[in-house]
């Protein structure tokens, strides 16, 4: 007999047996048209263009020495670069993906209603490494709590990737797993189904020793993506061994080590496995435990499995993403961007529409059937260890060595965006719930942020400098594919590139050194362009988010020193590898109940780093700031020495006040110890970064035409 009464190997009913008639009431997602954002991209195509003839034109009749008009020329290629990053972004914000408001009238009474009327087996994966149990604790009992409709099952799986003996937060998990199952039921008796499904991953770890071509140690680690070797276990081991208790295997199946394969289509179809870091929690309502028979609303910041399983009730999706909030940082005092609203709010959405598959490595939730059917089988041959799993050495087992090859890619050191990129050119169909149902704790301190995002970015300019390319795909991923599975990495460099060079151009303009001609076309011009650029740069759908892109732009400067190495690292093929950067407080020892405790507050103190530990990033802002500090210090110096004012002066001045705004802004986040002073910095300096360009755009409206391309004699200076 299986959990719901029925004996093992029955017959199933027809909608357990035909995936089609699956299909519920769409998920609450439209797409619309933005006729803001329409028109601000519209006018902007139509600035640039006007801009960049202008500059052409103003290179070519002043062409008379190549030494000087060189100058000219790279500067403006580096602006076309800079372009190609805003470009793309623009436009994928011209026909969101969002959630549709769901009105009071309409909000669902009940699970038919609400559009969720399958049996779901729900498999919650819960990768772990060394980090402490009060983080993973709450991740656990969040996931417990977290409503499922009426007849799907749920399971957690940690997967326990913590091998370290040496390690206090390793030593004991099994036992504290085992702990906190018992005092669940025991303090909620009659809710067995809740807490009975905590299962414990412990993958076997070897290491491949090329020299002795043999493997060595299970307490070693497989070449690849820890992540993703873990993952791997999970969806290739356990949950067949779990699915075995309630669905029937087929008549060839090995009941010692079921396979996917063994299952029929449908029961597949119908299993959902929820990726979940584990320093993410579900969002749950206090009264979640007397809410079990009533349906959530869009909105309402709970109901996270539901609205997962709304959305794979419809046949066209495989995939679904959601947002996640982190509760320990206040908006206003975010210098490293965390909470990402450009991010969240308009680019996914964006790109959903023109049908990129997005995958962030959690909170999303993935059909069983999808990763069964597109498991990155190339991995076999890019991983020496897979490659000599499969001729038999070392051999765990058969279902181990499959483990070892997908569905998550082991290739890169960020598995999501390659998941993400390998389920599009296998065709596979995904979508994103703009709605924040998750919870987490962003990276405290200036050194963890520099681990996770250097980890993000080198494992993007892995894929990169490899035969990976989504360049090379066009055929499976289509143009817009091709495009904007690169238009974030390549995104990393133009943001090196640019901040180097702007922080110079106003160095030379101060020596005298012009980049263009200060003819009124091009005061013309360069205004409508740059007042459309900032107008795409800050095209918000709601008054809030205004500051979440000016943070936006300014992380690109505070993280330009972590992109900066970990391109090199990707280039030269050196590996950082992986690290956890989450620490939370000890959770108290009453705290099982059906909200589990959740860092809400926002920490009032800042990390404080060691300078030895931030050492390179003080050195690269301190030379940025100093560029800036020489422009200003010469541009007051020949102001003073001309006896007035000169906006050939003021302009570099203002750009160079402009471009200080980024390192400053570092120095901060890197001194103050906080929040609060942090928040008054951050504000105080967002308004000298807008007075400044507003300074700069109208210097540029009194500098003499005769200044132009190359040198200029001082006595044509207004």
């Known amino acids: 007999m299986n959990s719901n009464g029925a004996a093992k190997g029955a017959p199933l009913p027809r909608s357990a047996r035909d995936p089609q008639v699956m299909s519920a009431p769409p998920p609450k997602l439209r797409s619309k048209t933005s006729k803001p954002a329409t028109a601000f991209f519209v006018l902007y195509m139509a600035a640039l ?62 699970w038919k209603e609400f559009g969720v009327s399958d049996n779901f087996d729900v498999f919650i994966l819960v990768p772990c490494y060394k980090e402490s149990w009060a983080t993973i604790k709450r991740t656990l009992m969040c996931a417990m709590f977290a409503r ?56 076997p770890k070897v290491r491949f020793d090329p020299n002795n071509n043999t493997f060595t140690g299970d307490n070693k680690r497989i070449a690849g993506n820890a992540k993703s070797l873990n993952l791997n276990h999970c969806i290739k081991i356990v949950i067949p061994n779990i699915l075995a208790h309630h669905h029937p295997l087929s008549s060839k199946a090995n009941p010692a080590e079921p396979r996917l394969a063994d299952f029929d289509e449908a029961v597949l179809r119908r299993s959902v496995v929820v990726v979940l870091d584990c320093d993410m929690a579900i969002a749950n309502d206090p009264n979640e435990f007397m809410l079990v028979d009533r349906p959530p609303r869009n909105g309402d910041g709970v109901g996270f499995l539901p609205k997962i399983l709304r959305v794979l009730s419809d046949d066209r999706w495989d995939l679904v993403l959601t947002p996640q909030y982190f509760t ?11 909470l990402n609203p450009q991010f969240w709010e308009y680019i996914l959405p964006g790109l959903t529409t023109l049908g990129y598959v997005a995958c962030t490595g959690t909170n999303m939730g993935l059909r069983l059937s999808m990763l069964h059917n597109h498991s990155s089988t190339n991995d076999r041959n890019e991983n020496q260890a897979v490659k000599e799993f499969a001729k038999g050495q070392g051999i765990v087992s058969a279902r181990y060595e499959a483990a070892m090859q997908g569905p998550f890619p082991v290739y890169s050191v960020t598995e999501d965006y390659a998941l993400s990129l390998e ?14 149902l998750v919870r987490g704790a962003a990276p405290s301190g200036i050194t963890a942020v520099d681990i996770q995002r250097g980890r993000w970015t080198e494992g993007h300019y892995q894929i990169f400098f490899s035969r990976k390319n989504p360049a090379f795909y066009p055929h499976k991923l289509g143009l817009m594919g091709a495009i904007y599975y690169n ?34 076309a091009f005061r013309y011009a360069a205004t409508a362009y740059l007042l459309l650029t900032v107008a795409l740069q800050y095209y918000v759908r709601e008054a809030p988010h205004y500051f979440g892109m000016w943070r936006a732009n300014m992380s690109n400067i505070l993280l330009s020193w972590t992109y900066t190495k970990a391109i090199t690292r990707a280039a030269l093929g050196t590996k950082s590898g992986f690290a956890t950067h989450t620490a939370a407080e000890d959770a108290p020892a009453d705290d099982i109940m059906p909200n589990p405790p959740m860092p809400d507050k926002q920490e009032d103190s800042l990390a404080q780093e060691s300078v030895r530990d931030v050492v390179g990033q003080l050195l690269y802002f301190a030379l940025l700031l100093l560029l800036s500090f020489a422009t200003i210090v010469i541009c007051i ?22 471009n200080a705004v980024g390192p400053v802004l570092f120095f901060c986040a890197a001194t103050l110890k906080k929040s609060k002073s942090l928040e008054l910095a951050m504000y105080l300096l967002s308004m000298m970064h807008t007075l400044m360009s507003f300074t700069a755009l109208v210097a540029m409206w009194f500098v003499n035409s005769a200044l132009s391309i190359g040198y200029i004699d001082p006595t044509q200076q207004k």
Not at 425 to 431: D, I, L, R, S, Y
Not at 637 to 658: C, D, E, I, M, N
Request: net charge positive.
């Open 49 to 110: 263009i006007a801009y960049l003839v202008i500059r052409c034109i103003g290179i070519a009749r002043g062409m008379t020495n190549w030494s000087e008009r060189g100058y000219s020329i790279a500067v403006l290629i580096v602006e076309v670069i800079g372009v190609s990053a805003l470009v793309p972004y623009a436009f994928a914000n011209l026909k969101p993906t969002l959630p549709i408001e769901e009105l009071e009238k309409d909000a669902p009474t009940t």
């Open 148 to 203: 499922v409709p009426p007849g799907c099952r749920k399971h957690i799986i940690l997967g326990n990737d913590g091998h370290d003996v040496s390690n206090p937060n390793c030593q004991a998990r099994p036992e504290l797993v085992k702990k906190l199952q018992h005092d669940m039921r025991r303090m909620y008796p009659g809710r067995e189904d809740w807490f009975y499904a905590i299962h414990e991953s412990r993958r």
């Open 328 to 338: 320990n940082i206040s908006p206003y005092a975010d210098a490293f961007n965390h």
């Open 423 to 436: 389920l599009k050119k296998a065709g596979v169909k995904g979508t994103y719930h703009a709605e924040y």
């Open 487 to 520: 238009y974030g990495t390549l995104a990393y460099l133009a943001n090196i590139i640019t901040i180097w060079v702007y922080q110079f151009v106003p160095l030379l303009s101060a020596l005298g050194i012009q980049p263009v001609a200060f003819s009124p």
């Open 637 to 658: 110096a020949k102001t003073v020495q001309g006896g007035r004012l000169h906006s050939r002066f003021l302009l570099p001045a203002a750009w160079a006040l402009y």
